[in-house]
């Protein structure tokens, strides 16, 4: 199947609170969206995420608990975990990370928990969705020293081009969403000039950071259409390329996408 589509590679379509998930589905086949690929956040979202997967056929899952919930994490979630990645609808461990954004009195067990989940994507051999907020040397850090072979996706990007030119040495992916089409987003529009095409991935991070031109509203798998046109217009390249080739990222990642 040579047709371009697109695939929004990180949605928390279970948070959208104005539309319904049929709503949010036939919005997304309208733009194209054909695939769409739903995080978990908190322990209670594990089993939410992995359901609305089972019950989709162009809904997949990352499993894992956010680094600002990691207070709640239990151990006894590794097994849930590892249970539920036996179906091809759970392609990821995420999203984990650091986050120091919000409250830093925390940050020794993120650290914890952070390493916990590295270790359990790499026994399950799958890759590792990250959130990284205001901690980039030591998520960069941790991920150099604990991740034994998982792909990585370093999930709505936030550093400089030079950051993402050191993730891109180590052979991560940079996954880009709305924030690249706001009007003074300039370190993220130098990113998604600058960036390899083949390390690049799309998102809306739903409900969101909402693109241009709906900013202010929530934000669903359909806008990332918006997200691609906006980095074609940086590179100056047609959409069609950005389409194809992010399209094609997500599949080498994720093979479970091909197979549905």
Same mark, same amino acid.
């Given at each position: +199947?040579?047709?371009?589509?697109?695939?929004?590679?990180? %949605?928390? #379509?279970? +948070?959208?609170?104005?539309?319904?998930?049929? /709503?949010?589905l036939?919005?997304? /086949?309208?733009?194209?969206v &054909?695939? =769409?690929?739903v995080p %978990?956040?908190?322990?209670?979202? =594990?089993?939410?995420?992995?359901n609305l @997967?089972?019950?989709?056929?162009?809904?997949?899952c990352?499993?894992?608990?956010h680094?600002?919930e990691?207070?709640?994490?239990d151990?006894?979630?590794i097994?849930? =975990?590892?249970?539920?990645?036996?179906s091809?609808k759970?392609?990821?461990?995420?999203?984990?990370?650091?986050?120091?954004y919000?409250?830093?009195s925390?940050?020794d067990?993120?650290k /914890?928990?952070? #390493?916990?989940?590295?270790?359990?994507?790499? /026994?399950?051999n799958?890759?590792?969705n #990250?959130?990284d &907020?205001?901690?980039?040397k030591?998520?960069f850090?941790?991920?150099?020293?604990h991740?034994k $072979?998982?792909?990585?996706?370093m999930?709505?990007f %936030?550093g400089s081009?030079?950051?993402?030119?050191?993730c891109?040495?180590?052979?991560?992916?940079?996954?880009?969403? $709305?924030?690249?089409?706001?009007?003074? @987003?300039k370190? +993220?529009?130098?990113?998604?000039?600058?960036? *390899?095409l083949?390390y690049?991935?799309?998102e809306t991070?739903? *409900?969101?950071?909402?693109p241009?031109?709906?900013r $202010?509203?929530?934000?669903q798998?359909?806008?990332v259409?918006?997200? @691609?046109?906006?980095?074609?217009?940086?590179?100056? #390249?047609?959409?069609?390329?950005? +389409?194809?080739t992010?399209?094609e990222?997500?599949?080498?990642?994720f093979p479970?996408?091909?197979?549905?």
């Open positions: +199947m040579n047709e371009t589509y697109l695939i929004d590679t990180h %949605s928390h #379509i279970n +948070m959208i609170e104005e539309i319904s998930i049929d /709503e949010i036939k919005n997304a /086949e309208e733009s194209n &054909r695939q =769409i690929i %978990s956040a908190y322990p209670s979202d =594990i089993d939410v995420v992995y @997967a089972q019950q989709h056929k162009n809904i997949f990352y499993l894992g608990v680094p600002t990691v207070k709640d994490w151990d006894s979630l097994e849930k =975990i590892k249970d539920y990645a036996k091809q759970v392609v990821g461990i995420g999203e984990i990370g650091l986050d120091y919000w409250d830093k925390f940050n067990l993120q /914890e928990i952070f #390493i916990k989940q590295i270790k359990l994507a790499n /026994e399950l799958l890759p590792i #990250i959130h &907020r205001e901690a980039h030591e998520t850090d941790i991920l150099k020293q991740n $072979g998982s792909k990585v996706i999930h709505c %936030s081009s030079e950051f993402a030119k050191e891109i040495k180590e052979g991560w992916y940079v996954a880009l969403g $709305g924030v690249v089409t706001f009007k003074n @987003a370190k +993220m529009k130098e990113v998604a000039e600058e960036i *390899p083949e690049l991935l799309l991070d739903a *409900p969101y950071l909402t241009v031109p709906f $202010g509203k929530e934000n798998p359909a806008y259409k918006f997200v @691609a046109v906006e980095i074609a217009n940086l590179r100056k #390249i047609s959409v069609e390329e950005i +389409m194809h992010t399209t990222n997500a599949k080498f990642l479970a996408l091909k197979n549905f």
